[in-house]
């Protein structure tokens, strides 16, 4: 009868016979350059060495297994994923109010905030710009339809004019200025307008103005065709959009820097804000 000892042994010396055996099938080029393709590792083990759900190889990086003599699929694991496999729903967690994108060219996909991807895009400074202009103008809010905006407070029509000028075109010049204004103090007639404060909204501070009777001739540098003009007056209740004719009868572009807007506010005696938009 075999001794304690003898029986050790022999188990020792079996145990390592299976382990040999599977070392030759589990730990295929282990510890050696991967593969790097399923045709090189058809073409470099033998079928028979190719022991499914055994045998196990490194391809690039990932390990595979056989699922039979000619068929690799990944290890539960190291799942090497197809394009276009993981859909939006399966992807971690984002914090709320950001977009996944690259902050430089080699870098990282990442979760980006609203304030750098503004700061990437060149556009903080024209938030900021606007957000400061709008403040200025105590109750001032832009709103749509036929009112360009109203200020809600009582007093006298000395509003912050600037401030209203600039906010207004900083919101629609984003893409590129089309849109200009200036604003021409309370007075009679025309030329009577001219002798006052003349208040130049952001890119009209070069032109020019000339009374023509009930005319206001308009001399600017843009060099296009005029797309549209509105003309509002400015009291202490607030911008009132001036229509059918009141701010202004027509108007001709009698040149590509030159505007007469006829019949200009003739019997308005409030402050004019005009606005000018070119195509």
């Not at 399923?38 to 079928?47: H, M, Q």
């Not at 710009?129 to 029509?157: F, M, Q, R, T, W």
Request: glycine share 8%.
């Amino acid at each position: 009868m075999a001794t304690q000892a003898e029986l050790i042994a022999a188990f020792r010396e079996e145990t390592e016979d299976l382990f040999k055996a599977l070392r030759k099938y589990v730990y295929f080029n282990l510890g050696v350059a991967p593969y790097t393709s399923t045709d090189e590792v058809l073409s470099t083990i033998a079928e028979a060495d190719r022991v499914p759900y055994l045998t196990i190889v490194n391809i690039n990086g990932i390990l595979y297994w056989f699922t039979d003599s000619t068929t690799l699929v990944p290890l539960v694991g190291n799942l090497a994923l197809t394009d276009k496999s993981v859909t939006l729903p399966k992807m971690a967690d984002i914090i709320a109010g950001t977009v996944i994108g690259k902050q430089t060219k080699d870098g990282t996909p990442e979760a980006l905030s609203m304030t750098t991807l503004l700061s990437m895009l060149g556009l903080s400074t024209i938030v900021n710009d606007v957000s400061n202009k709008v403040d200025k103008a105590d109750g001032y809010s832009l709103i749509s339809s036929n009112e360009l905006a109203k200020i809600h407070e009582s007093g006298s029509d000395d509003q912050d004019l600037t401030a209203i000028n600039e906010a207004i075109l900083s919101l629609q010049n984003i893409a590129g200025q089309r849109t200009y204004s200036f604003t021409l103090p309370s007075a009679g007639t025309v030329a009577e307008r001219l002798l006052g404060t003349i208040v130049y909204g952001e890119g009209a501070e070069g032109w020019t103005f000339e009374a023509d009777g009930i005319d206001l001739l308009v001399t600017h540098s843009t060099g296009r065709n005029i797309s549209n003009i509105s003309v509002s007056q400015i009291g202490t209740e607030g911008i009132r959009p001036l229509l059918n004719g009141v701010g202004y009868v027509g108007y001709l572009a009698e040149s590509t820097s030159v505007l007469r807007i006829e019949g200009f506010a003739a019997s308005i005696a409030y402050s004019i804000l005009t606005i000018i938009t070119f195509a």
